[in-house]
């Protein structure tokens, strides 16, 4: 039987909770999209980590998380690849890795809770990377770079590293359902009300919107499936945004990013249009710590953001 | 004793176009749960306020509702947890269903995905074949007993985002009762029954996890991933798009280390579908053409990670299907 773990039960995270915080290196996932329809972001990532001061070692040898999908194939081999990912940042001396894909922290989180909790799926995924002499010690934690923002850097700090304060931009969150659901695996702040985004973008100078779609889905796994599904449900929920009020978007979660911004043109038929531009984390974060906005790969999005930051006088 | 404010959606289909809303005050100790105070204030201040309810205990299904916008069971919600400062808790019907009576909802819609499952045990042979009961190994039982806990409270099929948009989604409870039927060893039904659960869109589930708040911790979304590994092991409607994804995103995966986006859109479309693939490349306003031209499209070909063979390795180990 499952429970729901309170945001501060972190059972499985539990033997790191003592880590310094002067800890600067960290290990770096960034996941398939930033690497190729999202580019955008990986680049923006890099960018922020300069500007934060931190170094992220990307794991360039790491695999896909397995993306929810292959789940649908093998119960195993996800968190088996997921094992050879921690194996490599162990073996770099890192036990912090770092993700800016909503799907990449639930699964890779999922898979390093399996293995923590079960001796027989760690003996399990170590007996295969035995095979190409790699073995996963069980001392790494995923985290999200949003969560970075927070418990590393802090709110306060943040807010002081603010050079172009957002001038009360009003801009939705959406965090992607892997990033707080199931609550049992992500467990870092309640799923059903989740405020991390919101104190992010407030730290940055601008207005958080309230509104239910923020912790729903994007259909973006199923959008080759059944046509114009995932095109809805982007469409009802960048209705609620933009019906609070919404002039942009912003998520940790580059597949959300890809529904919400391709997709809003097309649900325009039966949720109105909202052409809601919406914002990689990191892009915004970087924004407002000062990396020039043509560096941020803004003109990459189909919904164009450089329009509400021309109004609201971000960028000239 | 508290003062309780219920803010209480209230409509009736046969009278009302629009709903309007009721502020009920009850006095009632904080610690009973919402169906009490639902239940006190029917009793003391408005008889009309319409609600299912039956066992109290969790164990009915009947009184899924809305609090504060968020569906669970009112007899296994504590008025302390979810009331305001002052007091107020919101009630509405259940989402993605039609209201009725103000908290009563149609739920022919969710029982009519039932009913297509055929819930019940289809052995092959006569019940009279056998001189005592059909016996089942404890391991055998195991994998049904948390499915069989399920009360048909339809919160998960509330919470689903796709039944929101694509009512022709069997919806999580659905999904998951067939789960409980294909993993039954004493039926003679699998791979129709898989047949007719992937024909009611099991593959629409979008992973969203919403139906992880099940309140008899039945966990649909992890039942339903177990229905397609199911339809991937017996190879029922292998060509269907959701197969063939999570086969061509395996296969990439396996291939390259990563979740190459060009050739798992070709694969789960169809290569030679050249009607399929300029329909989602191109969909509606020509998504494809958009990304192409903010350079935005992912790359043909994707060179393999460092140390691939590792990653081989692995998927042959667990013997993973790619194709």
Redesign the interface.
């Given at each position: 039987?499952?429970t729901t773990l309170l945001p501060e039960d972190r059972a499985f995270d539990s033997h790191k909770s003592t880590r310094s915080r002067e800890m600067k290196r960290y290990g770096f996932f960034p996941g398939?999209?930033a690497?190729?329809?999202?580019k955008e972001l990986f680049n923006s990532t890099m960018l922020l980590a300069d500007k934060l001061g931190i170094e992220l070692i990307e794991l360039?040898?790491?695999?896909?998380c397995?993306?929810?999908?292959?789940?649908?194939?093998?119960?195993?081999?996800a968190r088996?690849?997921n094992a050879?990912t921690y194996a490599q940042a162990e073996a770099l001396g890192l036990d912090d890795v770092i993700t800016i894909c909503s799907t990449c922290t639930g699964h890779m989180r999922a898979a390093n809770k399996e293995l923590l909790e079960s001796e027989e799926r760690m003996n399990q995924a170590n007996s295969?990377l035995g095979?190409?002499g790699?073995k996963y010690n069980g001392g790494v934690m995923v985290r999200h770079l949003l969560w970075l923002l927070i418990d590393d850097i802090g709110l306060d700090n943040l807010r002081s590293m603010v050079v172009r304060p957002l001038n009360g931009l009003k801009v939705a969150p959406f965090y992607g359902?892997?990033i707080i659901?199931?609550?049992n695996v992500n467990g870092w702040e309640s799923a059903?009300n989740p405020h991390s985004l919101e104190d992010v973008i407030e730290a940055l100078g601008g207005e958080a919107v309230d509104y239910?779609g923020k912790t729903?889905?994007c259909?973006?796994?199923?959008q080759?499936?059944?046509?114009n599904?995932?095109?809805?449900?982007v469409g009802?929920n960048m209705r609620m945004a933009k019906d609070h009020g919404a002039e942009a978007v912003i998520t940790p979660c580059p597949l959300c990013h890809l529904a919400l911004d391709?997709?809003q043109?097309?649900s325009a038929s039966r949720w109105g249009r909202t052409d809601l531009p919406t914002f990689h984390l990191p892009q915004l974060v970087a924004f407002a710590l000062g990396v020039a906005p043509e560096k941020l790969g803004l003109?990459?999005?189909?919904i164009d953001p450089r329009t509400v930051m021309v109004q609201r006088d971000l960028i000239s | 004793m508290a003062n309780i404010k219920l803010d209480i959606f209230r409509f009736d289909e046969a009278t009302d176009t629009i709903p309007h809303r009721d502020v009920v005050e009850v006095d009632i100790p904080e610690t009973i749960t919402v169906l009490d105070a639902l239940e006190h204030a029917k009793a003391e201040v408005d008889g009309s306020i319409s609600f299912r309810r039956s066992c109290r205990s969790a164990i009915c299904g009947s009184c899924s509702m809305n609090i504060n916008?968020?569906t669970s069971l009112a007899c296994k919600t504590n008025c302390k947890d979810v009331m305001d400062e002052d007091g107020s808790i919101q009630v509405d019907p259940m989402p993605n269903f039609q209201p009725m009576k103000d908290l009563v909802v149609h739920m022919d819609p969710f029982w009519d995905k039932y009913a297509r499952l055929k819930p019940y045990l289809q052995p092959k042979d006569k019940d009279s074949d056998h001189e005592r009961e059909r016996r089942v190994s404890p391991d055998d039982m195991k994998k049904l007993v948390?499915v069989a806990n399920c009360i048909m409270c339809a919160t998960c099929y509330a919470l689903c985002?796709?039944v929101?948009?694509?009512p022709a989604f069997a919806g999580p409870a659905a999904i998951a009762y067939a789960y409980r039927f294909i993993e039954d060893v004493r039926d003679s039904k699998r791979d129709e029954r898989i047949a007719q659960i992937s024909e009611d869109?099991l593959?629409?589930?979008?992973?969203?996890?919403?139906c992880?708040y099940c309140p008899k911790?039945v966990?649909p979304?992890w039942r339903i991933?177990d229905v397609?590994?199911a339809a991937?092991k017996d190879r029922v409607l292998m060509n269907e798009?959701?197969?063939r994804?999570?086969?061509v995103?395996?296969k990439t995966?396996k291939q390259t280390?990563?979740?190459?986006?060009t050739e798992?859109?070709q694969g789960?479309?169809g290569r030679f579908n050249i009607k399929g693939l300029v329909?989602?490349t191109f969909?509606?306003?020509a998504?494809g053409m958009?990304?192409a031209l903010?350079?935005?499209?992912?790359?043909p070909f994707?060179k393999p990670?460092?140390?691939?063979?590792?990653?081989r390795?692995?998927?042959e180990?667990?013997e993973?299907?790619?194709s």
């Open positions: 039987m499952s398939c999209v690497k190729e329809s999202c360039t040898a790491a695999s896909c397995g993306a929810s999908v292959v789940n649908d194939v093998n119960r195993d081999v088996v690849l050879r295969i095979k190409f790699a359902c892997h659901r199931p609550e059903r239910a729903r889905c259909g973006f796994h199923i080759l499936e059944k046509d599904v995932a095109a809805n449900m009802q391709g997709y043109q097309d003109n990459k999005h189909l | 916008g968020v948390d985002p796709v929101s948009v694509d869109y593959w629409l589930c979008a992973h969203c996890y919403a992880s911790h966990d979304n991933v397609k590994r991937i798009r959701g197969p994804h999570a086969l995103v395996a995966i280390g990563m979740l190459a986006e798992v859109i789960t479309i329909k989602i969909l509606g306003a998504l958009r990304m903010k350079g935005k499209m992912p790359p994707i990670i460092p140390k691939v063979d590792e990653v390795t692995i998927f180990s667990l993973v299907p790619v």
